[in-house]
């Protein structure tokens, strides 16, 4: 079993930054691959960044590509997200989840393949 905590968000101006944070229980994060998604008012969750198991792997969603970075520290038990250059269209609740499997070589795509999820952290950037 898994449990995720997001931590970080709040509300930003347009172009400032954030640092979300997803701690996770258990000792088993360091087999996981682990993603971070968000979802907007009225619109469908989407993936943001995905980060495999060792870290060595990473993707992003084309519009947030150089502006955003994934990163995890096995030995804290804990995936963070770097948001730089923020854009109002950030603005979301931005959910981690952990893969339900261990030592996938697939990247993870799509919100149907992760197992565990957090409850989810506001990003509110203004105008």
């Known amino acids: 079993q898994v449990q995720l905590v997001e931590s970080g968000g709040g509300l930003v101006q347009a172009g400032g930054s954030l640092k979300l944070s997803c701690a996770a229980s258990?000792?088993?994060?360091?087999?996981?691959?682990m993603g971070w998604f968000r979802q907007a008012p009225g619109k469908e969750r989407e993936l943001v960044a995905t980060?495999?198991?060792?870290?060595?792997?990473?993707y992003y969603e084309d519009s947030v590509k150089g502006r955003f970075t994934i990163s995890r520290d096995n030995a804290k038990n804990t995936v963070y997200l770097q948001m730089n250059s923020l854009k109002p269209e950030d603005t979301a609740v931005y959910y981690c989840a952990a893969d339900g499997w261990q030592y996938r070589t697939t990247l993870l795509l799509t919100s149907a393949e992760y197992y565990y999820w957090g409850q989810g952290t506001q990003v509110t950037v203004s105008s």
């Open positions: 258990g000792r088993t994060f360091s087999t996981k691959a």
């Open positions: 980060i495999n198991w060792s870290g060595g792997i990473t």
